[in-house]
């Protein structure tokens, strides 16, 4: 196995990405990691729209008010969808495998960036879930929790710092002030 431990320190968000294109074998090991990220009771609810269409990837960029530009210079993006109709933990489940996918894209040398969707709206106060929907063709009892933006990143960002870590925040035993 890996370094498991530098791969964490070295996924960092990317919104900026080259032209090159991403690998139709590493897009797949991408898609490889989020099915077989855990789920709750097993029950794998999940679903992943995955484009890679220069058009429709300008269209998911005016998917939100603010924070979804990037996703325009991303060489590919997957939408990932939870049915809310078969769990009700379908945000977490959902959440756990975007974050999956960005740690496998970090390890492939490929750059990720989460967009959050639940909850948000299009500059013309549309929900985005259902500008999405319209768009991808999603059925109703799906719900979007985030998009994934992929490309190769067009600046090299710095590693976590290890002496930024707010270890305050972490409490054994109990919360203490």
Excluded at 37 to 63: I, M, N, Y
Excluded at 89 to 98: F, L
Aim: glycine content about 6%; charged content about 25%.
């Amino acid at each position: 196995m890996g370094n498991f431990d530098k791969l964490v320190q070295n996924r960092r968000s990317i919104r900026k990405f080259t032209d090159k294109s991403i690998d139709a074998e590493d897009l797949r090991k991408i898609l490889r990691a989020a099915l077989m990220s855990p789920t709750g009771k097993s029950v794998r609810e999940w679903h992943f729209v995955v484009v890679d269409d220069k058009d429709v990837l300008s269209k998911l960029a005016s998917s939100r008010q603010m924070g979804s530009q990037f996703l325009s210079s991303a060489k590919a993006a997957v939408v990932v969808l939870g049915n809310h109709e078969l769990t009700d933990v379908w945000i977490e489940d959902a959440s756990i495998a975007a974050v999956t996918m960005q740690y496998q894209a970090c390890d492939l040398g490929i750059g990720s960036c989460w967009c959050q969707v639940r909850g948000r709206f299009t500059s013309e106060g549309e929900p985005t879930d259902t500008y999405l929907r319209e768009l991808l063709c999603y059925p109703a009892e799906l719900t979007a929790e985030c998009i994934i933006g992929l490309g190769y990143a067009e600046a090299e960002r710095k590693p976590q710092n290890e002496d930024s870590l707010k270890w305050e925040n972490v409490h054994i035993g109990k919360y203490v002030e």
